[in-house]
């Protein structure tokens, strides 16, 4: 199967910028996307990026595509602590139906 | 309404008891999914209907029955399931010719 790659965990300080990085396998993915998991709780949509796209910014949130290195990135601007979360990047192999999860990247907020 | 909605929330059972999980939505979503998540793991798909007709297995033990009775449902059938299934199921739905897919919160099942 096609792997998702994602740094297990990132700690940022309150109000700094939160970088989460990600890898992913297939080149025909039309869509990627970054879903947030609190504890205990289902996936939320933060946002996703058309495969044509470079960048995509939505409030606090910026998603930078490079579609040629397979790599995918999310800024969150000003972390909050109600960032705290498992962030996962998804993509959708073949186009096809249902999403492939990255590992997860574990958000720590110091205060 | 905006939600997808699971019941229900946690579960455990034997592993001679018959289970369902359930899940519902009413955006007019015509595709609908569900998930396994083990702890500390990502989601792994399991299931897919489109149009209420199965589209993809995989390769799930024969122990987890889906079913999708209309557009807005969506059942998942436990019968004879082992202590390795405890997880977090989450169900999942699209909007028709989009690939975004919205959540439900989960059902946190053990199996004991």
């Known amino acids: 199967g096609e792997d998702v790659e994602q740094s297990l965990f990132l700690s940022v300080r309150e109000g700094d910028s939160s970088v989460i990085n990600c890898t992913y396998t297939d080149s025909s993915s039309t869509y990627l996307y970054w879903y947030k998991q609190e504890p205990g709780a289902g996936l939320q949509l933060l946002t996703y990026?058309?495969?044509?796209?470079d960048m995509k910014q939505d409030q606090r949130l910026t998603v930078l595509l490079n579609k040629k290195d397979k790599h995918l990135s999310l800024r969150i601007a000003d972390t909050q602590t109600g960032d705290s979360a498992i962030y996962f990047c998804a993509e959708t192999p073949g186009g096809a139906d249902g999403l492939t999860f990255g590992k997860g990247t574990h958000l720590i907020i110091q205060p | 309404d905006t939600e997808v909605t699971q019941t229900p929330k946690h579960l455990v059972m034997g592993m001679t008891n018959k289970k369902s999980l359930k899940c519902e939505q009413h955006?007019?979503?015509?595709?609908m999914y569900w998930y396994k998540q083990k702890a500390k793991k990502p989601p792994e798909l399991m299931f897919v209907y489109s149009y209420e007709k199965l589209s993809i297995n995989e390769s799930v033990p024969s122990r987890f029955s889906p079913e999708c009775p209309n557009s807005s449902l969506l059942n998942l059938h436990l019968h004879a399931l082992q202590p390795e299934d405890s997880a977090l199921y989450l169900c999942?739905?699209?909007?028709?010719?989009?690939?975004?897919?919205?959540f439900g919160q989960g059902t946190r099942l053990t199996v004991v």
């Open positions: 990026i058309f495969s044509n796209m």
């Open positions: 955006m007019g979503h015509r595709a």
């Open positions: 999942a739905s699209s909007p028709p010719g989009s690939a975004e897919a919205f």
